[in-house]
């Protein structure tokens, strides 16, 4: 808030861009003029199915489909894809990590598509055949065991079946990349915060809304382009503008799912029917974002240790209050830096004199080994924000060995992400009463996955995946998953009036006011859905784009809803249940969820037969929607202060450090009860 106040004050832009279109000739379109895309694609299935009645109450069915799918073009040739495949560029940075390099190779992006007789956006995938396989078995036991189990006269069916799919994509894909994409047919310069200052750099004056960008200070505007089209390759970490920028993978392939049910159904007596299943599915090939250039956790040739580990030393280190002095020298500093390091990124990166002027702002101890200079910049930093002490080194090095020479993140849609489901489902009917149906069903799942967005999802959005480094620690429970579900639903007639139980010779009258009433409902409850963990409110330890959640120390215990003291030391402890994410940690993923959803819907209905016509009905109706006007706790406030970390929250001491918004909730689920009376006339 004081930050917003300020800046209104001031009244000047903190950060800005210019954005340009272009022609399919590479010409620069005016301001204000559209550039149509027109994508298209083409799609067969073929697909062949067989049943065969083995027995006369067993039946096999079997079938395949083969699928195929032209990669999705624009037709007018606006289509550009990079030269070197993500996939592979993301490996030959990881191998090279290894060794104790950086893979610093440009990457360049060229014409794609058939409009421009060139390769397409991304590669055919000819691998879609879908066998599927399924089974219905009707036991037909006449008596012993066997029969009181499964019943007489084919009471019981067991069901199963298996099946291999593949998802169809691309297509939002390609929309999604020409959109964002600011090497292609488009481009943006953005002049980014920490440009200007309020004294010698003062910024540019926010004048009104619709204050034309192209004119501001720094923006240079573009001449025609050509292709292959390259961002500017700057080997001197200070001059980099470390860009964050979103792009598509040329190897994807289609995502391919295993799924798998049996089911046991069973009729009972008086029309009852029990239904339960298992069902499973498997998926592979998911499409998911990561970053492609994520920071190298660089691994020391001489020592085996990588950035990950000694980092995580000094955080550790960092927690605990160790003075710079006392730190101990790593193998990896050592051997991976200068020893004059200290010096080298006081002058390179704070601009500070040498020797070290006790006057800066900011300056190392050029007395300090490589370990403690590399300590000491964490800690004179933001704390934990172990990326920006990597760009630190880098500008002391004056050259990479974290970063990628074009880009300080590049958020590419690849094959990569996994997901597993089980369920198992209970089902009970009641189908053939005269005044009573009703229907019954339970379902206890688990769904996990790597990410959980969808192809719409923006670049470092739900379907990201912080650190693919270590993907693995992105699998956790689907944002999606709900662990318990009950539904059920009934019809009651009620059993008064003529021809019902009670009341059954009752006259005109009479009947006419107890006979005819319908008592319906429906149930909804489940368990509530995961929700995303607190975060870094201000610091980047893994990724330099995107924040670690935090790690839990201890369980987070559940707070009591009302208010007072009580509350308040519960939600002290909660805040203290985490600690910041260290180096290479992407922090706890799904492991908090919000309250469950419960529901319950019901109708009273009344009809009126009419005196001069049995064809034709009055009905009168009353309805309620969440009769017990329940209304569980929503959305969480997202914001850095409405669930973000202080720096050490473990040793937060008063429960006025705390965000006053901190976990607190901004919506409900549901509605509140809503009541309504009909009247419906049929004839």
């Known amino acids: 808030g004081v930050q917003n106040a300020v800046t209104a004050l001031i009244g000047r832009f903190s950060q800005y861009s210019g954005n340009f279109l272009f022609g399919h000739e590479g010409n620069l379109l005016p301001i204000g003029t559209p550039s149509e895309r027109e994508f298209a694609t083409q799609e067969y299935d073929v697909y062949g199915q067989d049943s065969w009645k083995i027995r006369p109450h067993f039946t096999l069915t079997y079938g395949l489909r083969y699928t195929i799918s032209k990669p999705v073009y624009e037709k007018n040739g606006f289509e550009v894809r990079t030269d070197i495949p993500l996939s592979d560029v993301f490996r030959l940075r990881q191998e090279a990590a290894a060794r104790g390099e950086n893979y610093v190779k440009p990457l360049t992006l060229v ?108 923006i240079t505007i573009p001449g025609n382009i050509s292709f292959p089209r390259t961002q500017p390759f700057e080997t001197d970490p200070a001059l980099q503008q470390a860009r964050i920028e979103s792009t598509l993978d040329s190897k994807l392939v289609a995502p391919i799912n295993y799924s798998w049910n049996l089911t046991y159904e069973r009729e009972l007596p008086k029309g009852l029917v029990i239904q339960t299943s298992y069902i499973g599915r498997i998926a592979r090939n998911l499409i998911a974002s990561r970053d492609v250039m994520a920071l190298n956790n660089l691994v020391d040739p001489k020592s085996g240790m990588d950035w990950y580990t000694a980092a995580g030393i000094l955080e550790q280190l960092r927690r605990q209050g160790v003075d710079p002095s006392q730190v101990p020298q790593l193998p990896f500093f050592a051997n991976m830096l200068p020893a004059n390091i200290a010096e ?52 002391g090095l004056g050259r990479n060995i974290f970063f990628h020479p074009q880009y300080g993140a590049l958020s ?55 650190n693919p480094l270590r993907q693995r620690d992105n699998y956790s429970s689907s944002d999606f998953d709900v662990r318990h579900i009950i539904n059920a639903n009934a019809v009651w007639e009620m059993p008064f009036g003529r021809g019902r139980r009670f009341f ?60 007072g003291k009580l509350f308040g030391a519960c939600l002290l402890d909660a805040y203290k249940s985490w600690r910041g994410a260290f180096p290479g940690e992407t922090g706890d993923r799904n492991v908090l969820r919000l309250p469950g959803y419960v529901n319950l819907d019901m109708g009273l209905s009344k009809s009126f037969d009419m005196p001069w016509s049995e064809t034709q009905k009055l009905q009168i109706r009353f309805e309620a929607f969440n009769v017990t006007n329940t209304q569980r706790m929503g959305d969480i406030d997202s914001s850095r202060s409405g669930f973000g970390l202080q720096l050490d929250p473990d040793k937060i001491t008063s429960l006025s450090d705390i965000p006053s918004n901190w976990s ?16 419906r006339f049929t004839f």
């Not at 980014?192 to 192209?214: C, D, M, S, W």
């Not at 490589?370 to 990326?387: C, E, K, M, P, R």
């Not at 607190?664 to 009247?679: E, H, K, S, W």
Request: hydrophobic share 35%; aromatic share 14%.
């Open 111 to 218: 014409l794609s598509g058939p409009a421009n007789n060139a390769d397409p956006l991304y590669s055919w995938d000819k691998n879609n055949f879908q066998p599927r396989v399924a089974f219905a078995w009707s036991p037909s036991f006449r008596s012993g065991f066997l029969g009181k189990m499964f019943g007489k006269n084919n009471q019981s069916v067991l069901r199963g079946g298996f099946a291999i799919t593949n998802d169809y994509y691309g297509q939002q894909l390609a929309v999604t990349f020409d959109l964002n994409n600011t090497l292609g047919f488009s481009s943006s310069d953005t002049i980014a915060a920490n440009t200007f200052n309020v004294t010698t750099r003062p910024a540019p004056l926010f004048t009104g809304f619709g204050q034309a960008v192209r004119t501001l200070p720094r």
């Open 344 to 395: 080298l990124m006081n002058g390179n990166y704070f601009g500070s004199s040498f020797p070290c002027d006790p006057e800066e702002d900011f300056c190392i101890d050029t007395g300090f080994n490589q370990t403690q200079a590399v300590y000491a910049v964490a800690l004179g930093f933001y704390g934990n924000d172990w990326t920006d002490t990597q760009d630190v080194i880098e500008d």
């Open 412 to 466: 590419a849609f690849s094959s990569i992400a996994r997901s597993n489901y089980h369920a198992g489902t209970l089902s009970i009917r009641e189908r053939l009463g005269r005044s009573l149906t009703m229907d019954f069903n339970y379902t206890l799942s688990h769904s996990f996955d790597d990410a959980s967005g969808l192809q719409t999802s923006t670049a470092f959005g739900g379907a990201f995946i912080l």
């Open 504 to 563: 059954s010779g009752a006259g005109g009258l009479t009947n006419a006011l107890i006979g005819g009433w319908q008592l319906g409902g429906i149930f909804r409850w489940n368990s509530g859905l995961p929700i995303f963990s607190p975060y870094d409110d201000a610091r980047w330890a893994t990724n330099w784009n995107a924040q670690s959640s935090g790690v839990r120390i201890k369980d987070v215990k559940t707070c009591p809803t009302q208010g």
């Open 664 to 679: 607190n909730f901004t919506a409900i689920q549901g509605q509140p009860r809503v009541m309504q009376l009909g009247v």
